[in-house]
């Protein structure tokens, strides 16, 4: 059975009335992460070593700045610039979030990487470890400071819905900006829940005369096979 069968799901309903179902990341994967930044980490400090024996005393400087940066700083630029993802996530198609579903930033970084040393107590992670198998959302010490939380890698969601749908001409003469909103509904609808789907459908029905999700997604549908076809 896959970590991912594992795992559990976290449910979002943004602003905007889309449904996000993400799949929570457990200790297997997030272990797997951390040993491939660990194995990252020490090779430049290794390497870092190597380079302060040959320079001295300022190669002593340089091996201290380095190992602040690896042990301090790795986490939080990657995960702050880098769409929540060190390289050992990345790998795993992991990445850190907020739990509101916002990307991380410096503040739940910083938290969640400094909480870090108390996970890791009393040895081999046992606190963290701990604190994911009994959090509902899998988070470990760090992740409840800081409201964060590990989930696998969102695809994005497939816009080219369109073609399952039986299209329907126009029946009123519309401007490119006019099909253009179409469209852009058409392709959203089967994104967000019915209630936001109808709310806009109501605010689109003057250009065609109908306020029906599906009849606008035919319109949708007949608009992007006529583009196609030019």
């Known amino acids: 059975?896959?970590?991912?069968?594992?795992?559990?799901?976290?449910?979002?309903?943004?602003?905007?009335?889309?449904?996000?179902?993400?799949p929570v990341a457990g200790f297997a994967p997030r272990c797997l992460a951390w040993m491939i930044d660990a194995i990252i980490k020490y090779t430049c400090l290794l390497v870092a070593s190597i380079v302060a024996n040959v320079m001295g005393e300022f190669g002593t400087g340089?091996?201290?700045?380095?190992?602040?940066f690896l042990l301090w700083l790795y986490n939080v630029l990657f995960e702050v610039m880098f769409n929540g993802a060190t390289p050992g996530k990345k790998v795993l198609g992991l990445r850190v979030m907020n739990v509101d579903g916002t990307p991380v930033?410096?503040?739940?970084?910083?938290?969640?990487?400094?909480?870090?040393?108390?996970?890791?107590?009393?040895g081999a992670y046992l606190f963290?470890?701990?604190?994911i198998m009994l959090s509902?959302?899998?988070?470990?010490?760090?992740?409840?400071?800081?409201?964060t939380l590990v989930i696998y890698q969102p695809k994005q969601p497939a816009?080219?819905?369109?073609?399952?749908?039986?299209?329907?001409?126009?029946?009123?003469?519309?401007?490119?900006?006019?099909?253009?909103?179409?469209?852009?509904?058409?392709?959203?609808?089967?994104?967000?829940?019915?209630?936001?789907?109808?709310?806009?459908?109501r605010i689109i029905a003057p250009l065609t005369n109908d306020a029906s999700t599906d009849t606008l997604r035919s319109h949708a549908a007949w608009i992007v096979g006529r583009k196609d076809e030019e």
């Open 1 to 22: 059975m896959s970590d991912r069968l594992l795992d559990t799901t976290y449910d979002i309903a943004t602003p905007e009335g889309v449904e996000l179902r993400l």
């Open 62 to 68: 340089l091996m201290l700045l380095a190992a602040f």
């Open 105 to 122: 930033g410096w503040s739940g970084s910083i938290i969640r990487n400094l909480i870090r040393f108390i996970d890791v107590l009393p």
């Open 128 to 131: 963290g470890m701990l604190s």
């Open 136 to 147: 509902k959302r899998m988070q470990r010490l760090g992740d409840l400071a800081g409201d």
């Open 159 to 201: 816009r080219g819905r369109l073609n399952t749908v039986s299209p329907t001409p126009l029946t009123l003469p519309m401007s490119p900006d006019e099909q253009k909103a179409v469209v852009s509904f058409g392709e959203r609808a089967a994104l967000l829940n019915q209630d936001r789907a109808n709310e806009l459908a």
